[in-house]
């Protein structure tokens, strides 16, 4: 109990940190974050505090906060939203995609030609770049075990580098790219407050504790049941996949009985930023930072890469697949969402649109809704690291490429009858 009264000491100063430090207050950063990079460098400048309890105590949480992370995942998502016209959704999905996709082909690509050849990185480290720049710290921490499976050593480290890069560059950028537009980019206002009683707390966490206990029964009967009769018992998965299976069946359960409405989303988001909180403060507090130095050329390539290639679809692709007076808007999203978290883009968006007057955020939504299942820490960005290893260069470069390309085709259509209404029917193109 003592450590993790610990923890959440330093979280609370991470917090008060960001509010009286104005550098830090206009940066964004999360307290957490703040306060992982404090601890970070006590622990890699002391032999002492490294082999104290409190560190152990550290290294075990990222693995557990992750799982109750994802066991949120499906209990947090509101029902009955306002739906937008789907050629906009579906556009948005495209961009999306193909954002993604792009990174992953540029990682594939330098590491095959440069990085492998002179660093001997295994191709599994070009699943680097997606993982902390689209999918952020909770995606680094999830597909830490998937790289070391895969011949990374050092995985968790590399990962979560490329998140916190990506969390600055997502950041610095987008306010760079709001003053480009000469908008005054102002200090947003802080997020609106959550209001709930503590009955109503207390029902959210036993709705994700039985979606973590039910992922703990699910791990248990492939683990010890299943894995073993299909002759497969050195596979094993992480214990976030199955709560969050478990999540989706205690959502089901509740829908099926007509108790879905006692789910409160708001409530649940903010005990899952509690969580992802801890998780990024522990997570960054146990890097090794040898490690990192030890792979900084082979990252900064990768992160130089990833960042040129999400300003390429701010300025390019984003005008052609998304021709609507909103488009600057939902790129600021896009733009924060590829180089860090959601947060980001939204926090971005709150600069120049507080009220959120456009539809930006509903149709960056219902789009997530539809390819987070899938990437930027979906079902794929997992298992890219054995996709690689698997299958041969030439291989992964033309599946990886393929989805690229298809969803491209398909944004640029989309684009282009985007554009023919919006002229139909007198509205505005993107500006």
């Known amino acids: 109990m003592l450590n993790f009264a610990l923890v959440l000491l330093f979280l609370g100063l991470g917090t008060l940190l960001c509010r009286k430090v104005a550098w830090l207050r206009r940066s964004q ?43 949120c995942f499906f209990l947090q998502q509101p029902s009955g939203q306002r739906a937008q016209p789907r050629l906009e959704v579906l556009a948005e999905t495209a961009l999306l995609w193909v954002s993604v996709m792009g990174q992953v082909v540029l990682g594939l690509l330098a590491t095959v030609l440069v990085i492998r050849p002179l660093w001997h990185f295994p191709l599994a480290f070009s699943s680097v770049l997606e993982a902390g720049f689209a999918g952020g710290h909770g995606t680094a921490v999830a597909i830490a075990p998937f790289l070391e499976q895969n011949g990374l050593a050092g995985a968790l480290e590399y990962a979560l580098a490329s998140a916190t890069v990506g969390l600055i560059l997502g950041t610095a950028g987008g306010i760079w790219l709001i003053r480009l537009r000469h908008r005054q980019a102002a200090e947003p ?99 090794d930072v040898r490690l990192v130095a030890a792979g900084a050329l082979p990252l900064l390539s990768l992160f130089t890469l990833g960042f040129l290639w999400n300003l390429f679809c701010h300025f390019y692709l984003r005008p052609k697949i998304f ?68 299958l041969p260069a030439y291989a992964s470069l033309l599946l990886y490429g393929g989805l690229l390309l298809a969803w491209l085709v398909l944004g640029l259509y989309c684009g282009r009858k985007l554009a023919e209404f919006s002229q139909k029917h007198g509205g505005k193109r993107h500006r």
């Open 323 to 390: 021709p609507l007076y909103y488009s600057f808007e939902l790129g600021l999203i896009n733009f924060g969402m590829l180089n860090g978290t959601s947060a980001t883009g939204l926090m971005l968006l709150k600069m120049v649109d507080p009220a959120f007057r456009t539809p930006a955020v509903r149709v960056y939504a219902q789009s997530t809704a539809i390819i987070q299942p899938f990437i930027a820490g979906g079902i794929l960005t997992l298992s890219t690291p054995f996709i690689v290893t698997v």
């Open 189 to 287: 206002s802080p997020p609106e407050p959550v209001s709930a009683e503590l009955q109503a707390v207390l029902l959210q966490l036993a709705f994700i504790a039985a979606a973590y206990a039910t992922g703990i029964f699910y791990q248990h009967i492939a683990e010890r049941e299943l894995l073993p009769r299909l002759d497969a018992r050195d596979f094993k998965l992480p214990l976030f996949a199955y709560t969050l299976l478990g999540g989706f069946t205690v959502r089901q359960v509740l829908h099926l009985l007509g108790l879905e409405a006692w789910l409160s989303p708001a409530v649940i988001l903010l005990l899952a930023d509690f969580f992802l909180e801890v998780l990024i403060f522990s997570g960054m507090a146990v890097v």
């Open 29 to 71: 950063l999360p307290g957490s974050l703040v306060v992982g990079l404090i601890a970070l460098a006590i622990f890699n400048s002391s032999n002492t505090a490294r082999q104290s309890d409190f560190f152990f105590f550290l290294k075990s949480l990222p693995a557990e906060f992750i799982a109750l992370v994802f066991a």
